[in-house]
């Protein structure tokens, strides 16, 4: 990769904004200055500006704890979107959650850029378990708990995959829910089939990765490759 291209996806910045920290000396390769912005980087190159080294980043992935009335989204004209929250920590990254949270639900969304991961962990033939703790307006029942392991058939008539339920509370109203698919509204809807509303459902997980507690409702962070390699394990 030329060095002013590197430096505009691993800075953050623009061609002009390198050629700029290029010209006054700023950059070094391997810890020599460097000028030159058509120098072509070989893969196990050190490059710093400022002394600062640059890690370069093909996708990027974040672990979001979504806030009540933050939409899952890229752009809305009217709500604070998922990515709104991210401000400009990549401004020349086209980041969009992978998967959606309803405006009203909270918990893990993850943000990337990375097309085809999204599809894979969305596919329902990669069988990506998402994990949801669900506050119901009446207790669970052991007709719930069969009819979500048999695969629940919504009011129009569509038929869904098999998805785990199981009580968290005494009072059987706080429940963990384990799904392998993505529909709209799903969860609401599978426990509308018992006449059971929800008032709160938080996400979990995503695979075999938790949503990191030490994330505050509308905090991120990046995740880790190993981090990354749990969501499909």
Same mark, same amino acid.
Do not use: I, S, W
């Given at each position: 990769?030329?060095?002013?291209?590197?430096?505009?996806?691993t800075a953050q910045c623009t061609r002009s904004e390198a050629k700029t920290m290029l010209a006054k000396g700023r950059v070094q390769v391997n810890g020599a200055v460097c000028?030159? !912005?058509?120098?072509?980087?070989?893969? =196990? &190159?050190?490059?710093t500006v400022d002394g600062a080294p640059l890690r370069y980043q093909k996708f990027v992935y974040l672990m979001l704890n979504k806030p009540e009335g933050v939409v899952s989204a890229s752009t809305d004209k009217r709500d604070t979107t998922v990515v709104d929250l991210v401000g &400009?920590?990549?401004?020349?990254?086209?980041?969009?959650?992978?998967?959606?949270?309803?405006?009203?639900s909270t918990g893990?969304?993850?943000?990337? &850029?990375?097309?085809g991961f999204a599809h894979d962990i969305l596919s329902p033939r990669h069988h990506v378990s998402k994990t949801y703790t669900v506050t119901i307006d009446t207790p669970l029942t052991q007709?719930?708990?069969?009819g979500f392991a048999a695969g629940v058939t919504l009011a &129009?008539?569509?038929?869904?995959s098999p998805a785990e339920v199981t009580a968290l509370s005494?009072? !059987?109203?706080?429940?963990?829910?384990?799904?392998?698919?993505?529909v709209y509204h799903q969860i609401k809807r599978m426990f509308g089939?018992?006449?059971?509303?929800? =008032?709160?459902?938080?996400?979990?997980a995503i695979g075999g990765l938790a949503l990191d507690a030490q994330l505050a409702p509308g905090q991120w962070r990046e995740l880790s490759d190993e981090e990354v390699a749990k969501i499909t394990r």
């Open positions: 990769m030329r060095l002013d291209k590197y430096l505009a996806e000028k030159k !912005g058509d120098t072509q980087l070989k893969d =196990n &190159d050190t490059v &400009d920590a990549y401004p020349r990254r086209e980041l969009f959650p992978a998967g959606r949270l309803d405006k009203t893990f969304v993850l943000l990337t &850029d990375d097309g007709e719930m708990c069969t &129009d008539g569509t038929a869904l005494p009072d !059987g109203c706080t429940v963990r829910v384990v799904l392998r698919q993505g089939v018992y006449g059971a509303g929800v =008032n709160a459902l938080h996400r979990e």
